[in-house]
């Protein structure tokens, strides 16, 4: 039975393979970790992805309602791969791994408490949560965001490493000059490092 779960969290409109190579490429720096890279829930509705919560309509006044509403079914996704792998209710084995839209679920599960996970990673990310920061103070964050991002301005990774500090998290920022909404090699590397570190602790 794996001792550890990195759960991969996709981005808009995209599907679980599309992380899943991340998986595969940090197997042999990550013994004793599964990787499972889930689809999300909701079927993306232009094409042949999926979705964690739908953009149509969508303001900065009610993301962080969409973000609310899509808990439920993020949460159910989670337990049914940690079930697969023999960790129910085994959250702080689990560190969530998201890109994008599935690194605002990750951030919101981080800021709401609602389990102690072993750590966040989120690429290109956001914290869409209105509510009063209740984290977890164990689970630590590691943001990385590039200066190029065209999708989500790397000024969300700044702005929610600023609010979990602020509200007890240990987080580390990682801004990249050059790096477009994308995980670059070398995000991806040091993301691995952060990941081993927080299975050690």
Not at 82 to 95: C, E, F, P
Not at 98 to 110: E, T
Not at 125 to 152: C, K, N
Not at 188 to 198: E, L
Request: aromatic share 8%.
């Amino acid at each position: 039975m794996a001792k550890a779960l990195v759960i991969f969290l996709h981005g808009f409109g995209s599907n679980g393979e599309d992380l899943a190579a991340l998986g595969r490429h940090w197997a042999p720096l990550l013994p004793d970790v599964v990787f499972a890279a889930p689809d999300a829930p909701e079927p993306f509705p232009y094409g042949a992805g999926f979705q964690w919560f739908s953009l149509e309509g969508i303001t900065p006044e009610n993301r962080p309602a969409r973000v609310r509403a899509a808990r439920t079914a993020f949460r159910t996704t989670l337990e049914r791969i940690m079930a697969q792998h023999g960790l129910s209710n085994q959250w702080d084995s689990v560190v969530l791994t998201g890109f994008s839209q599935g690194s605002i679920m990750a951030l919101d599960m981080l800021a709401s408490g609602a389990h102690p996970l072993a750590g966040v990673v989120a690429f290109s990310g956001r914290l869409a949560f209105d509510e009063p920061l209740t984290p977890a103070y164990q689970t630590p964050a590691l943001l990385i965001h590039g200066h190029a991002d065209e999708v989500i301005s790397w000024r969300e990774s700044e702005s929610a490493a600023q609010r979990l500090k602020a509200a007890g998290v240990s987080v580390e920022l990682l801004l990249e000059p050059k790096t477009p909404h994308t995980i670059s090699a070398q995000g991806a590397m040091r993301a691995a490092t952060f990941i081993a570190q927080c299975l050690r602790d």
